[in-house]
T-cell receptor, first 114, second 115 residues
């Protein structure tokens, strides 16, 4: 069974700072990879996803993520954050060679200060 | 397209009471899921339905039952609520299957408090 590890539970940074959130998974087969964002009091929204092809994927709101297969990693980045990026971010993995349940990381709470 | 809808948005129960959380999707998805979200624990799968007519346990099924009423609707029932079931509950759906690609879409959640 796959597992997902998010490196930081809580990140605080100032507006205009760069953001990088780490995500590692443990599964040897082919996977789909996702980052979801949850704004305060709201549901999870899809930020971006990787299925195949170019390992650098761009999502909404200026986010991007890079899949490094050799490191089993899928890190999320944003060059310059805004106060409105304050949210919880979840990495998720889906194994393609089984029924394909989605496994979520524990989440990273990001607080952006003005 | 409403996507995934859930009712109610908020609910307060007393220990021992029962209730059903409703979920519906209009994306013609085959698979539907129920998760609970607790601080620091991410999302934990309670039950899922890979396709209409099937349901299976997830990581934390104890104290819950589900019904896949039809392709659109998937309900979660708490027969005798306990304070440990205080949580935010999310329903999700996806196209499903063993295909190479699939994406989950989430409902707005139900915030449940059990006193």
């Amino acid at each position: 069974a796959q597992s997902v590890s998010q490196h930081n539970h809580h990140v605080i940074l100032s507006e205009a700072a760069s953001l990088e959130l780490g995500c590692n998974y443990s599964y040897g087969g082919t996977v789909n990879l996702f980052w979801y964002v949850q704004y305060p009091g709201q549901h999870l929204q899809l930020l971006l996803k990787y299925f195949s092809g170019d390992p650098l994927v761009k999502g909404i709101k200026g986010f991007e993520a890079e899949f490094i297969k050799s490191k089993f990693s899928f890190n999320l980045r944003k060059p310059s954050v805004q106060w409105s990026d304050t949210a919880e971010y979840f990495c998720a993995v889906r194994a393609t060679d089984s029924w394909g349940k989605f496994q979520f990381g524990a989440g990273t709470q990001v607080v952006v200060t003005p | 397209n409403a996507g995934v809808t859930q009712t109610p948005k908020f609910q307060v129960l007393k220990t021992g009471q029962s209730m059903t959380l409703q979920c519906a999707q209009d994306m013609n998805h085959n698979s539907m899921y129920w998760y609970r979200q607790d601080p620091g624990m991410g999302l934990r799968l309670i039950y899922y339905s890979a396709s209409e007519g099937t349901t299976d346990k997830g990581e934390v099924p104890n104290g819950y039952n589900v019904s896949r009423l039809n392709k659109r609707e998937f309900s979660l029932r708490l027969e005798s609520a306990a304070p440990s079931q205080t949580s935010v509950y999310f329903c999700a759906s996806s196209r499903g299957g063993r295909g190479l690609t699939d994406t989950q879409y989430f409902g707005p959640g139900t915030r449940l408090t059990v006193l």
